[in-house]
């Protein structure tokens, strides 16, 4: 039998009620370009192509109509190919561009109505940014770099000095703090970027395609140190890259943009397992599908005669990381949460699951628990390495 692999609910768009759970809530969101801006939502000119309403207005909608929450603590990607709006999105989270309308809600607060004191104060003590090409300022130490934020913010110099040298431990650069920019590595200034927005322990961390310029090596050891540091301090962090496999090792949940729009909201294996439409199929073809997939996906119901002592996992556990289970024993894998039977696998899931093959899911009319439900947790961070492989 073949057939798509089951579709969990995903987090989509959001409610209203959501966003009181939120750390950023973003709702109805536009950004378009041109002297147009104010004049096309809401008109018949949305159903124009890009092209044709560019030729008819001289205006470019680059993020059209857009909405998703951010949960205290998550790792949140936005991934899209160069010109889908994730760069003009995450600038218009905290107002660098100017949304056409919309909202953007941090822990409630509308930023859209923060004059320009209060939208300082935000970007001073609430956020702070990653970006491509570092910005470190060529003329000033790693360790005053590092306190750049808290010397803008009016910090005593010899408390910017400790914490800075606090950041220094953390993103492991210790001794360095003397050194210029132009004497560290790629890598090493990057850290340097990452130390700097820590340093004011925002609440939420934006980074926009921070690794792209990075050699491969160094580019996987950044998103390792990403992964750490989370894991470390617990920020929400919101992560830009036009990277399928940086996106699927680093987030929680994952938003797929084109053309301005979001095409699908989830976890990584939600976007894996079961892509929204041709265009995320595509993006997820060449993923190894056990690197991603958990057991949820492809555990059935025990049959007559299945033993039922075999090994126990936990639904959320990377197929691929039970194949050596599965190799060891004769019986099948017992798909276990919080002491409850879930379901069993057995090799020829895992197999299939490994070949990359659709007809991994034996049992299609199976009613599978939800991914949302409490024991089914995320799994992005308790296996950095699961892109490397």
């Known amino acids: 039998m073949t057939t798509d692999l089951p579709v969990p609910p995903a987090p989509a768009g959001g409610t209203p009620d959501d966003a009181d759970k939120a750390t950023i809530a973003v709702r109805g969101l536009w950004k378009i370009f041109g002297p ?87 970007r001073r003590r609430r956020f702070s940014m990653v970006f491509q090409h570092f910005g470190l300022l060529p003329h000033r ?46 890598g090493m200034q990057q850290r340097v970027g990452l130390a700097r927005a820590l340093a004011v322990d925002p609440e939420v961390m934006l980074f926009d395609e921070p690794f792209s310029a990075l ?38 949940h994952v938003a797929i943009m084109r053309a301005g729009e979001i095409v699908q909201i989830g976890r990584p294996e939600e976007i894996v397992g079961a892509p929204a439409d041709d265009y995320v199929r595509d993006f997820v073809s060449d993923v190894p599908k056990s690197h991603v997939l958990t057991l949820r996906w492809i555990m059935r119901d025990p049959r007559p005669g299945d033993p039922l002592d075999g090994p126990a996992m936990p639904s959320d556990t990377i197929i691929r990381t039970a194949v050596h289970i599965s190799v060891e024993s004769d019986k099948p894998i017992c798909v276990v949460d919080d002491g409850r039977l879930m379901g069993v696998v057995d090799r020829v899931q895992i197999l299939a699951a490994i070949a990359g093959a659709r007809e991994a899911d034996p049992d299609p009319d199976l009613d599978r628990p939800d991914p949302d439900a409490p024991g089914a947790g995320d799994f992005a961070h308790a296996e950095p390495g699961a892109g490397d492989a």
């Open 215 to 252: 050699d491969p090596l160094i580019r996987r050891d950044m998103q390792n140190e990403v992964i750490r540091l989370h894991n470390e301090v617990g920020k929400t962090m919101i992560f830009i890259t036009h990277d399928l496999s940086e996106a699927l090792k680093l987030g929680d």
């Open 36 to 122: 147009a801006e104010h004049k096309v939502i809401g008109t018949p000119l949305l159903e124009l192509t890009r092209e044709q309403l560019a030729e008819a207005t001289g205006s470019n909608i680059a993020v059209r109509d857009v909405s998703f929450d951010v949960r205290p603590g998550e790792v949140f990607v936005v991934m899209g190919l160069s010109g889908s709006g994730k760069s003009t999105l995450i600038r218009c989270l905290t107002r660098l561009i100017e949304p056409t309308a919309g909202e953007v809600l941090l822990d409630g607060e509308d930023i859209g109505k923060a004059d320009d004191k209060r939208l300082r104060e935000l």
């Open 141 to 186: 130490r790693v360790i005053d770099n590092i306190a750049f934020g808290l010397e803008v913010r009016g910090e005593k110099k010899s408390k910017r000095r400790e914490r800075a040298r606090e950041m220094l431990s953390l993103v492991g650069l210790e001794g360095l703090g003397d050194s210029y920019p132009e004497q560290l590595s790629g």
